[in-house]
């Protein structure tokens, strides 16, 4: 009965202090805290004065009483949190057909944003349909693109089911990229169709496909979705006061928005600004000067500003003969030796958790692989997490060396005094096991000059870490495009470089053991060392191609400006979708310009397009980089002409890696002739000559002009424009 009457004494307690929380202050003096039913707290609201600033002024509809966005003004406000999220309903991306396969209509959506952001880790872009692909683009706030796809088909109503997970039938699903800069400022979505020819074959009961974006959790596919009558769902954005970090704002406090009994945390998604909370044991609204964050004593009654109520000498009395008696017991009932057994309990637990992590990451199929090559000293050695600890001082923030799609990389420096780099995976997936064990060994095997060596990896933590040899000179893209480098390269080192890539990607496309398929071509992945020497690296997107496959379908990944546009439309992934991105590498070392820029005009902004037109205006001479010696221009012509074969839109039309490869180490050999020596060419290197001129006449006779017809889908120019070349 004792036990009873304490717990309604407590329920008591708990009901006193919600019906207090609910009755304070949530906005200023005078102003409404309400637009319809969604409450509207400050630094919000829905008038200037109301609110902090015009950053935080909701607009309020006042006949239906319904609150949008500042900013985009046809998106609707769900709720709004004090620690910095901010629900909306966000519509859908679709595109309809008739049984022709004529499009009846089609909704895409290109959102800019200023001051409120799309938090990618909490959405999801989703795909609808049984012909149907979903692609999200995004342009960070340095100017950085991104891009994430997925597929979603079925052959007939029956192939799906309710509350299935978007795995590809019917419904496909796939996590926002995490931006590189700041934040998002441009994000577009789009649905097309691209299997079924525009949803004939399935008309019947799927005229149309869909892409949106939703909270992670807020959606469960249902049969009924493959003709969605929604219109929107609800997504998280993020949002921050002002442009200054926490500690930065503190210093000037007159306008620091964070008031009495509260502090302030920094925008948690590389954003620029900060959010303000209550202290522990407070509650309220922080922002607010007067009755903001209120504590509460043991009568439930509110101190308020900041519990300034002192407590009675009976009651401090009792707290203390309290925290007596729960002192004097924890001595009796934990003897010392309790102690001794939690650590051991706790080391105990540490190695069997790097034993599981060991086993789940394939540890032992990688020893098994080794020793299948004799366990020579070029096989991949398993590092220990120890060893790495101390390699990186603990993974010490002073030692990344930078963040990107697949990890965070480290500089270290192990026992026997080798500098390397450290990549800390993303990956967390038991069905890539298999393919991470293969990678690691393949490369591991791999004994060329241009590719950066991997000396091991370490299996004991959740996710793996790889170990790669440290390249000190950067990359290619901060050599091109970091106005602050004082390392220019000169054309005849780009020549080069162009011509040691290509070599690489001839390597794994046709000698390797088995052929690989990079995946993630491009500039800011050549690495070079202290003699410019260029070294291919960061195959974490990349794919194994098995013997008996040309061929392998995966869902789409890559990078903004650099990705094939076949690729793209077809999930299927080929050796030609490397050639594509070494052709934006070659554009890029021919121009200087990035892959995708906004500082381009809208119809220029991809690279590959404007690089395209160009050549067909004959304008070569004007889009090249300006450091660059026009003296050889025969030459320059020749390498742009290289470029503009491998970015034809059909794979089918550009030359392999290897014709590539050979062409342009022909035109290097001509180079060091001429830089050398008047002489005549050696028979060895005229029989090579006519060798290679052979292969470039053939590929030439075979590829045709590289556009598509009105009977394709779309054009390349089309393509970037609609998935995010704005």
Known sequence: MAAYIKQLLLIAAVAVLYTKAASQPMSLPNCTSKCGSVTIPYPFGTTKNCSLNNTFLIDCNQTSQVPFLPENKNIRVINISFDGELRVAWPIASDCYTKKGEIVSRTLHDINMTHFHISPTQNKLIGIGCDTSAVFAAVDSEGNGYLAGCVAYCNSRSDVTNNQPCTGIGCCEISIPQPKGRVFTEVEYVSSAILNNNHTAVHKFNPCGYAFLVESGSYSFSRRDLELKKKEFPVVLNWAVGKKTCQQAKMNHSSYACNVNSTCYDAGTGGVGYFCTCFHGYQGNPYLLQDGCQGYEGDGKSTGKGCSKKVSTKQRKEIILIIALSVSLSLVALPIGSFYAYFALKKRKLIKLKEQFFQQNGGLLLQQQIGRHGGSTDAAKIFTLEELKDATNNFNEGKILGQGGQGTVYKGILQDKRIVAIKKSKINDPDQIVPFINEVVILSQ?????????????????????????????????????????????????????????????????????????????????????????????????????????????????????????????????????????????????????????????????????????????????????????????????????????????????????????????????????????????????????????????????????????????????????????
């Open 446 to 726: 791999i004994n060329h000059r241009n590719v950066v060596k991997l000396f091991g990896c370490c299996l004991e933590t959740e996710v793996p870490l790889l170990v790669y040899e440290f390249i000190s000179n950067g990359t290619v893209h901060e050599h091109l495009h970091d106005q602050n480098q004082s390392i220019k390269l000169t054309w005849k080192t780009r020549l080069r470089i162009a011509k040691e890539t290509a070599g690489v990607l001839s390597y794994l496309h046709s000698a390797a053991t088995t052929p690989v398929i990079h995946r993630d071509v491009k500039s800011t992945n050549i690495l070079l060392d202290h003699n410019l020497t260029a070294k291919v690296s960061d195959f974490g997107a990349s794919r194994i191609v098995p013997l008996d496959h040309s061929q392998i379908n995966t869902l789409v990944q890559g990078t903004l400006g650099y990705l094939d546009p076949e690729y793209l439309l077809t999930s299927q992934l080929t050796e030609k979708s490397d050639v594509y991105s070494f052709g934006v590498v070659l554009a890029e070392l021919l121009t200087g310009k990035k892959a995708l820029s906004s500082d381009r005009s809208e119809v220029d902004r991809n690279l590959a397009a404007y690089f395209g037109s160009s050549m067909k205006q004959g304008r070569l001479l004007h889009i090249l980089d300006k450091s660059i010696d026009e003296g050889n221009i025969d030459q320059l012509k020749e390498v742009a002409h290289i470029a503009e074969r491998c970015l034809r839109v059909k794979g089918e039309d550009r030359p392999t890696m290897k014709e590539v490869a050979m062409e342009l180490e022909g035109i290097l050999v001509i180079e060091k002739h001429r830089w050398g020596s008047d002489n005549l060419f050696s028979e060895e290197t005229e029989n090579f000559l006519k060798t290679t001129q052979s292969v470039k006449n053939v590929e030439d006779g075979i590829g045709g002009s590289g556009i598509i017809n009105s009977s394709d889908s779309y054009s390349l120019n089309q393509i970037s424009l609609s998935i995010g070349g704005r």
